[in-house]
C-alpha cells in the first residue's frame, strides 16, 4: 500500500483544517486506514481510524473535534480525510496517514507509512 499525505498548513487557534491521504494499492478493502501524529520531542500519537469492519475510532484528545472519513469508492485508489475542527496549539504537529489489516493505537504494528504533513496551530 503507497500512501501521501497532505493538506497541512497555518491555522489559528479556534479554526478548521482537513487532510487527505490517497491510499493506492491492490487489495485495499483489506486495510485500515489511521491517522498519527507526532509533535516535536514526542512519540507518534494515534489520532483516529477507519475500518470497512468496525467503523470510526478515536484518540482521546481528539474526539468530539475531528472527524474521519474514508472514500473507497475506487477499488484502486482509496482517499482518507481528516476534518480537524476547534484546532489548540497542543494539536500542532507533523501528521501521517498509515495502514494496516487492524486499527491499532499503537503506531508499532504498522508497515505502511505515507510522508507526513504539517499542521501548526498559532495565534
Known amino acids: 500500500v503507497q500512501l501521501q499525505a497532505s493538506g497541512g498548513g497555518s491555522v489559528q487557534p479556534g479554526g478548521s483544517l482537513t487532510l487527505s491521504c490517497v491510499a493506492s494499492?491492490?487489495?485495499?478493502?483489506?486495510?485500515?486506514l489511521t491517522w498519527f501524529r507526532q509533535a516535536p520531542g514526542k512519540d507518534r500519537e494515534f489520532v483516529a481510524c477507519?475500518?470497512?469492519?468496525?467503523?470510526?475510532?478515536?484518540?482521546d484528545p481528539v474526539r468530539g473535534r475531528f472527524t474521519v472519513s474514508r472514500d473507497n469508492r475506487d477499488s484502486a485508489k482509496n482517499t482518507l480525510s481528516l476534518q480537524m475542527d476547534s484546532l489548540k496549539p497542543e494539536d500542532t504537529a507533523l501528521y501521517y496517514c498509515?495502514?494496516?489489516?487492524?486499527?491499532?493505537?499503537?503506531?508499532?504494528?504498522?508497515?505502511?507509512w505515507g510522508r507526513g504533513t504539517l499542521v501548526t496551530v498559532s495565534s
Open positions: 477507519v475500518s470497512n469492519r468496525d467503523g470510526t475510532h478515536y484518540g
Open positions: 498509515a495502514s494496516d489489516v487492524a486499527c491499532h493505537r499503537s503506531a508499532g504494528w504498522y508497515d505502511h
Open positions: 494499492g491492490r487489495a485495499l478493502g483489506r486495510y485500515v
